[in-house]
């Protein structure tokens, strides 16, 4: 296909997801609607948005069945409009099935069947017990049932399918024991499992797979989508001008400017010892004056903050650890929750205006708190994300415009370079960054919004899947993590959208730390025993790992946040002492941490 036709095709589609997007925010309860733009989503090579629309429309699903769900009324009035046959409001015949769920014999052959789905007549509209009936009443209801069960099997199999192409396999797993479950003997079931235990064998390198352990987390599209009209120019005046406004308030003597940066690879390549590595350009923060040894640099307090310990004592804004109770102690409580404690009167405050009505008194308190240790670090990147709904619903703000969110590095890829190629003899495959779990991207975040009482339906503007994603792409960019000494499991993450602007050097001119909150200064010596201090001019060179470390260590624990390898003048230094890079691929967290 050239790529003219290709850009003609995806063009189309991105239209065509406008629509249906538009259609969603006027009838948010309609499952059809849901299911139509996930197979665009799959058209568009975007799985994992597939599977958000999938899954919402599964719930649509059993909002439909259930006479007590909440939204039952509007799912059932939306989907009855999807089903009348002929044209015109409400004149048509009702409860015919929607041609998108007809089936196409796009799995083998059609005796394979769907199971217990009715047997005499035809799968398009044989409704065995509607027709059977004399009632009126009943018949409606068989034949809702049967559309209501084609469409579970339909979000069954784009779940399974296009989790697997995430590389989520226990959860495609988990979706086709479901969908087996109410289509028994339907053969693209057993087809799409021995995929799956396939799939899984190759990736763990096993000849036998235990089912509970099939590999989870996968990894997809990060870029800043063709719809997402939120993302600033950050290089822009305006753009440098807002932040070097907030800049004067908390690190007068600091700026931020453009600046070049080297791009840096996951593997090492000969020329870069040549010296020709290309550049990007990004942000950095720069001193406007003389900054001595030992100086408070910065005082930036971020409510973008979350701990996933259950019953330490921190405070619910900023995580500092608080104080023992005493008579002086400033340490006060939320007045309407239980157990929601602050350090004091203004952080009282500052969560009541930034995020604690959207939870208060909600019963979120123990989601995602004390996880398994591997789950750790993807436990506090859902509670940052819930912690940024939380201040985009008390704000009335879009997440993406949160002032926290707003100019913060995503290291996005551009979408021509993700884009699967829609042609089938086109290659090399995508390469895609962002981790992606169904629990972490998908079900977590509903559930968090579903605690908070908002209508998961409803609240697509805000609260849709790309949405979460690109709150993810940038948290992994940029969050910094307080690390349990004895541990070493990250317990808090925050992310300080001024501090986050400043790039990383393996022989820093400041530091930070976790203490009771985070504090940021100029270091009195440098790497080597120099004298500390910066000049007016220089560059601010933070550290996104530990710099005692040794180079390979150092190296390794900066990749998930730098993006690749270092390439700090130290790191090519003693790369060089021990004679090259050797192997140095590791499936590292994002989150920075002072280890
Ligand atoms: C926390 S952000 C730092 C601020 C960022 N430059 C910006 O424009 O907002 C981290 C990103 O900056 C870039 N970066 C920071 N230090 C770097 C370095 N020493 N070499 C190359 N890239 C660096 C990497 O792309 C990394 O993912």
Request: aromatic residues 8%; proline residues 5%.
């Amino acid at each position: 296909m050239s790529n003219t036709t290709e850009e003609d095709q995806t063009h189309l589609l991105l239209k065509k997801r406008a629509t249906l997007t538009a259609a969603l925010q006027s009838e948010p309860y309609d499952l059809i609607t849901y299911i139509q733009r996930a197979q665009v989503h799959a058209d568009l090579g975007y799985p994992d948005l597939a599977v958000g629309d999938y899954y919402r429309a599964l719930l649509l699903t059993d909002e439909v069945a259930n006479e007590g769900f909440e939204y039952h009324e509007q799912a059932v009035e939306a989907l009855r409009e999807q089903c009348r046959s002929g044209e015109g409001n409400g004149e048509g015949e009702a409860w015919q099935v929607p041609e998108m769920l007809k089936w196409k014999g796009d799995y083998k052959d059609r005796s394979e069947g769907l199971g217990e789905m009715p047997k005499s007549g035809d799968i398009n509209g044989g409704f065995t017990n509607g027709e059977e009936s004399s009632e009126a009443g009943s018949k409606e209801e068989g034949r809702r049932e049967l559309i209501v069960r084609l469409a579970s099997i339909k979000c069954y199999r784009g779940l399974a399918l296009n989790l697997l192409l995430c590389g989520c396999l226990k959860s495609a797993y988990d979706f086709c024991l479901r969908g087996l479950a109410i289509a028994k003997d339907d053969g693209y079931w057993k087809h799409r499992k021995d995929y799956i235990l396939l799939m899984a064998k190759r990736r763990l390198k096993v000849d036998e797979v235990d089912i509970s352990s099939l590999p989870d987390q996968g990894v997809v599209r990060r870029e800043a989508y063709p719809w997402n009209t939120h993302e600033p120019d950050r290089f822009s005046q305006e753009s440098l001008d807002t932040l070097s406004k907030e800049l004067s308030v908390c690190a007068p003597k600091l700026e931020v400017r453009v600046t070049e940066l080297p791009i840096l690879l996951e593997a090492y390549k000969e020329s870069d010892n040549f010296g020709i590595t290309p550049t990007i350009k990004q942000l950095g923060l720069f001193a406007k004056e003389d900054i001595e040894p030992g100086e408070e640099i910065l005082h930036e307090i971020s409510l973008l903050a979350a701990n996933n310990l259950l019953k330490e004592s921190l405070c619910d804004a900023c995580s500092s650890s608080l104080p023992g109770l005493s008579m002086d102690s400033e340490v006060v409580a939320c007045p309407d929750c239980d157990d929601i404690m602050f350090c004091n009167q203004e952080c009282l405050s500052l969560a009541q205006e930034s995020y604690h009505p959207a939870v208060c008194d909600k019963d979120l308190d123990t989601i995602a708190k004390d996880p398994d240790p591997a789950e750790k670090p993807f436990a506090l990147y859902l509670l940052l994300l819930g912690r940024a709904l939380a201040m985009s619903e008390t704000q009335s703000i879009h997440p993406l415009d949160l002032k926290e969110v707003k100019y913060i590095w995503g290291d996005f890829l551009p979408s021509s370079v993700n884009a699967v190629p829609l042609s089938p003899s086109s290659e090399p495959p995508p390469i895609w960054t962002l981790p992606f779990s169904f629990a972490g991207n998908v079900s977590g975040p509903l559930h968090l919004l579903e605690k908070m009482e908002i209508d998961v339906f409803a609240s697509i503007d805000s609260y849709d899947l790309w949405i979460f994603n690109t709150l993810y792409a940038k948290f992994r960019g940029t969050a910094s993590a307080r690390v349990n000494k004895k541990t070493g499991h990250p317990e808090v993450a925050a992310v300080h959208p001024l501090w986050c602007l400043a790039n990383h050097d393996c022989d820093p001119n400041v530091s930070w730390e976790w203490g009771a909150r985070m504090k940021f200064w100029c270091r009195t010596a440098r790497i080597g025993g120099k004298k500390g201090g910066v000049r007016k001019g220089e560059e601010i060179l933070n550290h996104y790992t530990d710099v005692e470390l040794k180079v390979k260590e150092r190296r390794e624990w900066a990749l998930g946040s730098l993006g690749g390898f270092c390439m700090c003048d130290r790191c090519k230094r003693e790369a060089g002492d021990f004679g090259g890079w050797g192997s140095m691929m590791g499936d590292i967290d994002g989150i920075c941490g002072t280890v």
